[in-house]
């Protein structure tokens, strides 16, 4: 019996050479024991019928080779010819019956709905606390038109990129992403600029992180802080009263200002004043805070995997539904407070037309951004017939959060008697620390940015160091160096110039200014000329998207 079990060529018999043989590289032997049975055998609801004796013989002749040598050694594995198609796979049963093995592709794919969702929740990030600021900078009426407006071209230039691999036809590019479409179009300059302006999105993103933890950490630390020992604290002296009080950290603001940081007015019930000064000396927005987060991150960075992290995704989109129920909440309570003047500021509104537009516009191009992973989720789609349908039905839905939340803090902040100018870039600082249902929505965003934090770091070490080393972890020091860097870069800017708004808006002109308008639109007219049907009217249209694009970024610089 124990002979049975033996191989009849030893793997020490077999010489190095014939280890790598074509057939048999691509085989993974211990998976492949099927065998191939007529359709009038295979189990369905019908009668079960024995196997043919054909079905038979290639079992037998599959479990030869594996007599011939060790389920390590592929030298006598069964060769490619033997091996059936993978539709063609079946389970061998002892009773006599063959049993369809389930495509694992098919069976990993989603329905419409879960990649419509998915879409949605990749694309709800940071952005949505910045857009009642950013409609307050372009007017209301001017930013609701320029919001449909740029979703509808960021979504015409995601058709694109999800389509780009297709248009070429003398290359097999079913694993092919938009930097290999970059690559084969222009060369080593486009998939490494592509590179660079995809790190720029995703590093972008990190200081925004950065900046947003350490804004709700310190709000959330006031908060326990003067629960515990019954501190009132007002953080302005320009505000609403009531159980839904709003407040203005700067009253005295220009159009435009985007100062984040309030000062802190405290009035002391029963406690020592020192004890409360004490703690805002370790407990700063900005000299503290940034730097405590150092010890709880940077360790997380590190690891050699997120996939621990990517288990609690499914807090961001808790976190947005609860600041859409918030946000109605709070649009209830405080009603709506509207006047419309077209092209003249009044004493508490804004003009419905405002020429700081831009900045909304560069907010808009990072809120809508997702042209870099928008392949590799349409993958996962289980009717791909239905990919375009599915992306713009995502859009849609994105664009009306975005709009519904804008829309609704912008009307129901309290003007008179705060200025519609007070709207700060993270409209969650209009509120005080002692707001319960906004120290809840900080907590929530809080959790989830502290795990979807490593994973933005993930990405960014894995296309850098794959691109310069060609390992996704070359070594501790290599990873240590690089997490510094990115953590440095969130710190100084929380420290210094905490302004979310800023941030994201030039972050999301600068990717958007490639991956979004110059490489998709060249890349369509490219394949529109190699398919002839390039119009003067397509190449007039293209070639405005690369203006736009330059355009919003050159204005970044002028707001």
Partial sequence: MEDDCKPLLSSEQIGESYVHRGSADSLDFKAKRPFHVEPRNIVDDDPQERISAEAAILNSRVHYYSRLTGSSDRLLSPPNHVIPQPEEIYIYSPLGTAFKVADGD?????????????????????????????????????????????????????????????????????????PDVCRYYFGKFGQWSSLIFSMVSLIGAMVVYWVLMSNFLYNTGQFIYNKALNVNMSDSEFGTNGSDRVICPYPNTNPGGNNTISTLYVSNIGNDTSDVSSFE???????????????????????????????????GTLSVIYLIVMVTIKAVRLGFHLEFHWFGAAQFYVPEFRLMFPQLTGVLTLAFFIHNCIITLMKSNKHQENNVR??????????????????????????????????????????????????????????????????????????????????????FCHIITLNILIVGAGVLMAKFYPNIGSIIRFSGATCGLTLVFVF???????????????????????????????????????M
Avoid at 284 to 292: A, M, R
Avoid at 531 to 548: E, K, N, T, V
């Fill in 390 to 475: 599915d992306l713009s039905v995502a859009y849609v839905l994105v664009g009306l959060t975005y709009l519904y939340v804008g829309v609704m803090i912008f009307a129901a902040f309290p003007s008179p008697p705060l200025f519609k100018d007070c709207i700060e870039p993270n409209f969650l600082d209009n509120f005080p620390s002692s707001d319960v249902m906004v120290f809840v929505a900080r907590t929530f965003l809080l959790f989830q940015m502290i795990t979807v934090y490593p994973l933005l770091g993930y990405l960014v070490r894995v296309q850098i160091m794959g691109q310069i080393f060609g390992k996704h972890y070359p070594s």
């Fill in 520 to 558: 998709p639109a060249i890349v369509r007219m490219i394949s529109l000329k190699q398919q002839g049907s390039l119009s003067w009217p397509s190449a007039f249209f293209h070639s405005f998207l690369i203006l736009l694009g330059f355009a919003n970024l050159v204005a970044q610089f002028f």
């Fill in 106 to 178: 098919s069976a990993s794919k989603n329905p419409s709905i879960i990649t419509i969702f998915a879409i949605w929740n990749t694309m709800m990030g940071t952005s949505i606390l910045s857009i009642p600021w950013g409609i307050k900078q372009a007017g209301f009426t001017l930013g609701i038109l320029i919001l449909i407006f740029t979703g509808l071209l960021m979504l015409y230039c995601c058709y694109i990129v999800l389509k780009s691999p297709k248009g070429i036809i003398c290359e097999n590019t079913t694993d092919w992403e938009f």
């Fill in 281 to 315: 000396r370790y407990w700063s927005k900005t000299n503290t805070i940034p730097f405590y987060l150092i010890i709880l991150l940077l360790p997380l960075l590190c690891f050699r995997s997120a996939s621990f992290f990517a288990r609690f995704t499914f807090l």
